[in-house]
């Protein structure tokens, strides 16, 4: 029902800043959880930050203080600041909207994009 688009992906090195964008199309509703996921090669991909249905924000520790996330709920769009990166920050990077959550845990149906890729170097 919703379509899912990243952008804002990139390489760049230690300390710098990189701004995602999520642009949705389809239907959306006001209860659903919006999210920005992560996955490194070889390994579990990782809840980065979820905002619910009531503004609520979830952000995962290893982000916590860098990494900021909104939304434009008339461009129906989900963004990530992400501000002093780190090596270990360099991952594909996934919009997903979903029926619930708790915390960036997803519940129902979740609609996932194709992702952006992030790499920092050292």
């Known amino acids: 029902r919703v379509q899912l688009v990243e952008s804002g992906g990139g390489s760049v090195q230690s300390g710098g800043s990189l701004r995602l964008s999520c642009a949705a199309s389809?239907?959306?509703?006001?209860?659903?959880?919006w999210s920005w996921y992560r996955q490194a090669p070889g390994k579990e991909r990782e809840g980065v930050s979820t905002i619910d249905g009531d503004g609520d924000i979830t952000y995962a520790d290893s982000v916590k203080g860098r990494f900021t996330v909104s939304k434009d709920n008339f461009k129906k769009t989900l963004y990530l600041q992400m501000n002093s990166l780190k090596p270990e920050d360099s991952a594909m990077y996934y919009c997903?909207?979903?029926?619930?959550?708790?915390?960036?845990?997803?519940?129902?149906?979740?609609?996932w994009g194709k992702g952006t890729l992030v790499t920092i170097s050292s």
């Open positions: 997903v909207v979903s029926d619930n959550c708790f915390g960036t845990d997803l519940y129902g149906m979740d609609y």
């Open positions: 389809g239907t959306t509703y006001n209860s659903d959880c």
